[in-house]
């Protein structure tokens, strides 16, 4: 492979191609940060400009759009609680409400050395582990799929704040939100009350749009509007050196999530970032609240995210099998360049290969020099007037849910969800245990059902190493708060409990 | 002052464009609205593109792509069925589309449309999975007829182009397998490779790398000839077998459009897919354009309706509406 770095390394420094990066790197920042415009839609509407680029180059051009979007995501969801794309749901947990205590460009600074850390571990990880992690992969098939849902719905307790019941009675609207609409495995419509729009299921984004976004603007309108002068300061972009390596195990942890997500077949990066911050939500319970603003949250978040995205490239270019829907649309680019991403790519034509890894490295590069001025300009938004915000915010839910599938439809979901988590906030039912609910649930009754038709029996789930493995961590998790209620009981510590 | 005047002289053009609307003569006077009822950055997305791309150079005026997926495309293709008929907004349909009139309440029907043009059929295949040694249609069937229903195929949802085109195998195989759904395709490819189910029926390729790799054998492509990024693979039709099946698109507009606004759409269509630019980018992402017009292409959809509605009579999906 190293013989061709000359090659591939000639093609980036073309000032032509450096300037198309830039410029494609640009688009995917500012179309990410639009809610509704996820990085698929981005890549979909950008791939016909790289029809007339070289190979090399169309593959900078994408590359650079569909990073760039990854990062954009977290902006709006960071400024405004409304995620630019499902990647970015999570990243808006804590991100939003440190934006909101007056320091937002904190929270993108946070986001922009998250991702940029966790873009360089998936990054890496393309380049050294890539056949190896290939094969890895293959060990996923549908029951391992299922126990790892199973494993990421037993982490939805701990995803929210405040009381677990509540957590786990939210979790379970969602997961029953879930289960409208057709039914991949019969094709027969659940829950649609004739509505044919339901049919279609409910669609994350004008879910998430609506119950984060839409209700906050409501709960902001109680309140008589004043300019409070501390909290549209845009605040100190830095953040201090030692919080920021504080937080330099959750990065690692949540990149390595990222990763196996990543290279996960059709997992998708929603996935990704459930798991990631539910991870460190739980290890942190006792020291740490989340939800309300901390640094630890959006690192979870943005490192688990952008981890996947070199690694939905490990699946894509090794067997032919893209990781994500974004890769997909990579797939299509590739294809009409007459390269077949598969098993032989790496043997016919290495110099692309090579050209990939350095179009990646250099978009990740590109990304922070873009973000860091950009960054300070999304940030002086939020010091708008609120009575202007607040009105371009509202447009922001409405368009951004039309644009996810043009349909007018999916406002109304959005509405609707914006005045059920508004009730939810006032009854204090967390709502984001919802959006794991609905992310997670009809991918587990898909794998679980399909399992039981290729399988047959639910002995298969304790007859693989994989899933017994993941079993037993599940368990380990759940069982985790009734060891401590014991220990409490019958050896009271000296120290007074926490809560 | 200038402006003023420069300004009203504008929404004065514009005035006189939209009164220029109505009179089919001048179609097409407006860019026009191609509804994709799929994501944007799935095959029948990119191909639409490149259609629209070039449609654009024929026609004269844009073509626009709207992406309105949901409810396995019915949502978007029941609004372009119930448009106005003016030529300005069409739609594409696939295979699916088959299925969703006898099985989807909402879905709109063959009637309800006038058939552009067919685009294309994209061959779906028979493969193998590397380890089960399979190696030819013949040692299939002969697997299959030991232990009926022990081979299990992954295919898409009950009444989608994969698992028709696994019926359809079924019934002129005279095999019995058990299909099993998956979301997309590449779930399926991971699902052949890894073993987890023992055959496969997507489209040429999806599994083309895999097949060149050994890691699948591609046996046997539904195609009326062979195709052109597998060559030295035999069709059904060869092997004794005849079924054409797989992803056919067309392109299709309300049902009441009048002739003078269809002729010249069909004739502008057909000229893009005839152009030479398109073709070659088509091949290359591996798309198999084959396009026939109009009335062709209606004959064509109405003998597919035929051929698949006993397959989905005996899956029990045919509810809401008999042939």
Redesign the interface.
Known sequence: MTEFLPVALQLLTDPGTLALACLATFLGIVLGALPGISS??T???L??FS?SMSPGVGMVFLIGAFYGSVYGGSVSAILLNIPGTPGSMVTQLDGYPLARRGEAGKALTYALLASTFGGIVGLTALVVFAPTLARA??A???PEYAVLMIFGLSMLAYASPGSTFLGILAGVLGLLLGTV??D????L?RFDFGV??L??GINLIPFAVGIFGFAEILRLLEQPIVVEKAATRIGSVWPKFTEVIRTWATAVRSAIAGVIVGII??AGSAIAVSMSYAQEKKLYEKTEKFGNGNPRGIVAAETGNNAAVGAALIPLLT????GD??T??LV?AL????L??????FTDHPDFVAAIYLALALTILLTFLLALPLMRIFARLLSAPPRFLYVGVLVLCVTGSFAV???LFDVLLMIFFGGAGYFMLKLGIPTSPIMFGLVLGPLLE?NLR?TL??YGDWAVFFQRPVTIGMLAVTAVVLMLPLVDIARHRFWPSPVARHD | MKSILAGIAFFGLGFFALLGNGLAQDYPSRPITLVVPWPAGGGSDILMRLIAETARKELGQPVVVVNQPGSGGSLALREVADSEPDGYTMSMIATGFIAEQYGNPNAPTLDDYRVIALVGTDPAVIAAGGKTGISTLDELIAAAKAQPGALRNANDQPGGTSYVAASLMENVLGIDLTLVPYAGSAPVVQAIVVGEVQTATPSVTDLIAQHESGEVKILAVAGAERHFKAVDIPTFTELGYPLVTGTVRALVLPADTPDEVFDVLEAGIMKALNDETFRETAKASGFSINPLGGSEAEAFLEQMDESMYPVLQEAGLVKVRQK
């Open positions: 698929t839609m890549l979909a509407v791939l016909p029809f992969a293959f996923f098939q549908s609409g057709l991949m495995i019969t094709n419509s044919s729009h049919q279609a077949p059709a067997l032919g099998i893209p829907t974004m997909a649309v299509g294809l009409i360049h007459g077949q991403p598969g098993p032989k790519l599938q043009n349909a898909e399909r038709i290729v």
